[in-house]
């Protein structure tokens, strides 16, 4: 049996590994097969799935801090395993039990990966009917974990408009990997862009819909964010957490600070006293939505579109706190570490630039707008791909 703590000392593991030469990996910016072998090594691409199929079969609130340990050494890596929560959490929200069985069972048994082609501002992939299956077509211009996944989740309209998730191995024939992400951050993500070439679907491929699934099949959307939220709270940690070695270590009192040591600054200090305040406080924020989340997951077929809205609600709070958070906390390191700091030879502005890139996802204003909304009017966002 796997328990919290078993899986939370795995993440620390590989959490340090990455940490060792996290800035080299990703000056090189390759496709990060290495990275994904060391998650599978370490269990935790299972930690979500039932245990009925041979998961650990912990909660969304396990998962949230596992991302969040590893989001702390490497923000690239805590994505592709974010995502991959999500992607195949989709055996659970979508599918039925033979889909369960077919598609979780070697996942569990191999530790595969879930890489996803589903985002919604792209144009749509199509399902074209062929026999009993569909032929898959289309090119979406990001796909994060498709290219190192073992299988990525699509999402597609059949000619009729119905809206599907269908499954497809690394390996299909007609999947064309573009090794395009060449972005600001995230740059060990996966996240370039794919091809679907007439890529044979068959029956047995095909998940189900998560529009037509009710509230607790909506819960695709909350998780992610929630997800998104824990990623910047452990990248905002690991920023600040590098700043301070480098503070105690290298860093010097400035000429009229009338003090030994930088350590020693008040201003140094009290810079760093609110940002780790509204760090901790963000963190409990956290804690929270990733109870609020799990108790939601837990109530399965019975949970209401009311009850789902109050989660996305608290998941909303904590995306905008921690996204404003993580965007002045990665760029205030530089204040109290100094300006020899900026040295590319420590690349502390990876930080800034995996929260920069990553919280272009989606505007969080919208999510502001969400939480005000509720709060003035007790509306509840309508289920999107984003909301």
Do not use: C
């Amino acid at each position: 049996m796997t328990t919290r703590n078993q899986v939370l000392d795995a993440a620390r593991d590989v959490a340090n590994h990455l940490a060792l030469d996290a800035l080299e990996r990703d000056r090189a910016n390759a496709e990060p097969f290495a990275e994904a072998e060391l998650l599978r090594k370490a269990g935790l691409p299972n930690v979500l799935l039932p245990a009925t199929i041979g998961g650990a079969g912990l909660p969304w609130s396990v998962a949230l801090e596992v991302v969040r340990e590893i989001a702390r050494a490497d923000g690239s890596i805590a994505q592709l395993l974010a995502y991959h929560y999500v992607n195949a959490h989709n055996l659970v929200w979508v599918a039925d039990d033979a889909g369960r069985r077919r598609w979780g069972v070697p996942t569990a048994e191999n530790q595969w990966l879930w890489g996803d082609s589903v985002n919604p501002v792209d144009p749509d992939l199509q399902l074209v009917r062929d026999g009993d299956g569909y032929r898959l077509r289309g090119t979406k211009n990001f796909s994060t974990g498709a290219s190192v996944g073992d299988v990525t989740v699509v999402g597609g309209l059949t000619d009729t408009g119905e809206d599907l998730l269908v499954v497809v191995p690394r390996e299909a024939e007609g999947f064309v990997k573009g090794g395009d992400w060449d972005n600001l951050g995230q740059r060990l993500s996966a996240s370039g862009s794919v091809r679907f070439d007439d890529v044979r679907v068959d029956p047995d491929a095909v998940l189900g819909s998560a529009s037509t699934s009710g509230a607790f099949g909506s819960l695709v959307t909350p998780a992610i964010q929630a997800a998104f939220g824990h990623f910047y709270l452990g990248v905002t940690r690991g920023a600040l957490e590098a700043a301070a070695e480098y503070t105690r270590t290298s860093s010097r009192p400035w000429l009229l600070s009338d003090v030994q040591k930088a350590v020693e600054d008040p201003y140094v200090l009290a810079t760093y006293g609110r940002l780790v305040a509204r760090l901790r406080a963000a963190e409990a924020l956290g804690r929270s939505v990733g109870e609020s989340l799990s108790q939601a997951h837990e109530r399965g077929g019975d949970l209401t579109w009311a009850e789902r809205g109050e989660v996305a609600e608290e998941i909303a709070a904590l995306k905008v706190v921690s996204s404003d958070l993580a965007l002045e906390a990665t760029s205030a390191i530089f204040e109290v570490t100094g300006a020899r700091a900026s040295s590319n030879r420590f690349g502390f502005d990876r930080f800034w630039r995996n929260v920069r890139t990553h919280t272009l996802h989606d505007p969080v204003q919208y999510k502001a707008r969400e939480v005000g909304d509720h709060f003035l009017t007790g509306a509840h966002p309508a289920f999107s791909l984003y909301t």
